[in-house]
């Protein structure tokens, strides 16, 4: 069986990236419960599972298309810009 030279790195990062989504989502949902009445819960998920679905569509094509046209530098460099854009927003919310 043949195994590449970084078989382990590409084995943490694919582990890193589980426990990452599993975090995120679970504060995610986490905070969307706060944000909103008890009563407005199931409209609020909706809408949340709506808004991340479109985003991720179209961070996707972005993406893909910076990679196409300019390679991984460019697209993961949008990618930070667009992480800590969005870091901010939420550390301003009170």
């Known amino acids: 069986m043949f195994l590449p ?17 599993a975090i ?3 504060l995610e949902d986490s905070f969307c419960a706060e ?4 009563a407005q819960h199931g ?6 599972a ?3 679905g479109a ?6 094509v972005i993406v893909g298309l910076l990679w196409s046209a300019f390679g991984p530098t460019l697209a993961f460099g949008y990618s930070v ?8 927003l939420v550390a301003r919310i009170r």
């Open 5 to 21: 030279a970084n078989f382990w790195l590409l084995v943490l990062v694919f582990m890193l990236g589980g426990v990452q989504v």
């Open 24 to 26: 995120e989502e679970t």
């Open 35 to 38: 944000l909103v009445e008890p």
């Open 43 to 48: 409209m609020a998920f909706g809408v949340l």
């Open 50 to 52: 709506t808004v991340n």
């Open 55 to 60: 985003g991720d569509f179209l961070s996707s």
């Open 81 to 88: 810009l667009l992480f800590i854009a969005g870091a901010v």
